[in-house]
């Protein structure tokens, strides 16, 4: 007997807004399949009010309220039955955070819980990891994001030490994140992964997801400390408005890839790295899997 029901995860960061919308099939004698159906963007930048005027303006509540909307209308349209909606360092942050949630609730009836960093670090660990790693190995698992960097240390198949760093792409676009947030960041990556004496890292996000595209590497190939530290100088010598006209690159994604990289490979070489492996997970696919799992609230739609 086959069964297939829709769930969908909405990911309110501090750079975009994402709605991912899962096909849950479930056949007798076979495990659980997880398939995304859609996957729908927004580049809010959320995280360019809040750190640096401690709360969102008015001209991004209206585009948040009315992308809640139209995400409400596709989840109607996809016969979406449960969804949760995440929204993460930027709103958690913004004095007016609280606020904004009720007022989206009041307007659209989606229900956004503001969640803190160490919870969004679970969630991600909840997505399929084991199919990407191996179990006699040693990871460092980093999710950088708009406002924080999510970073978990994982040996011989087990999650054994998680931390959210105030380490993200728009902070570091708007140069304010302190040098002491960097040391701290050296100091725990360094004293969780020198037992290790080989150790590799799995990056998620949407740069790393786009380098790794670019890249032109096979699913499940790594890319090398070189390649990264290669293509992030060579992203440096063009201009913002060339990574645009010459690279391809998208206006919202032109100026924050050069700073994830920087955090990319600082994990790296802390750890002592030589590859990353991008299997193109996050929180979103998290939350899909929580939702099944039921070990996070949902919501009826």
Not at 61 to 76: E, G, H, N, P, V
Request: aromatic share 8%; glycine share 6%.
């Amino acid at each position: 007997m086959l069964s297939i029901k829709k769930y969908a995860a909405i990911d309110i960061g501090s750079n975009a807004v994402r709605l991912l919308i899962s096909n849950i099939i479930e056949e007798k004698g076979k495990p659980v399949r997880f398939k995304k159906s859609s996957l729908v963007r927004v580049p809010i930048r959320l995280g360019a009010d809040v750190f640096i005027q401690d709360e969102i303006s008015e001209a991004n509540i209206d585009r948040l309220q009315d992308t809640m909307l139209a995400f409400k209308l596709l989840m109607k349209s996809h016969k979406v039955v449960l969804y949760k909606a995440c929204a993460t360092s930027a709103m958690r942050e913004a004095n007016n955070g609280p606020a904004v949630a009720e007022q989206i609730l009041k307007t659209t009836d989606i229900d956004i819980d503001i969640i803190e960093g160490e919870e969004e670090a679970a969630i991600i660990a909840a997505t399929d990891l084991h199919a990407y790693i191996k179990g006699d190995r040693s990871y460092l698992y980093v999710d950088v994001g708009g406002g924080s960097t999510e970073f978990s240390i994982i040996h011989n198949g087990n999650k054994i030490a998680s931390k959210s760093f105030k380490i993200g792409t728009v902070r570091l676009l708007n140069d304010i994140v302190k040098r002491s947030y960097w040391l701290e960041l050296e100091e725990w990556i360094k004293n969780n992964t020198k037992d290790f004496d080989k150790i590799e890292v799995i990056g998620s996000g949407g740069n790393i997801n786009k380098i790794f595209k670019i890249s032109g590497k096979a699913i499940g190939k790594p890319l090398t400390y070189f390649y990264l530290s290669t293509y992030y100088h060579n992203l440096k010598s063009y201009s913002y408005e060339e990574r645009i006209t010459e690279l391809d690159l998208n206006q919202d994604r032109a100026d924050v890839i050069i700073p994830a990289l920087q955090i990319y490979l600082s994990a790296m070489k802390w750890s002592r790295a030589k590859h990353i492996f991008v299997p193109k997970i996050g929180l979103s696919d998290g939350i899909i899997k929580s939702l099944y799992f039921e070990t996070v609230s949902s919501k009826a739609l």
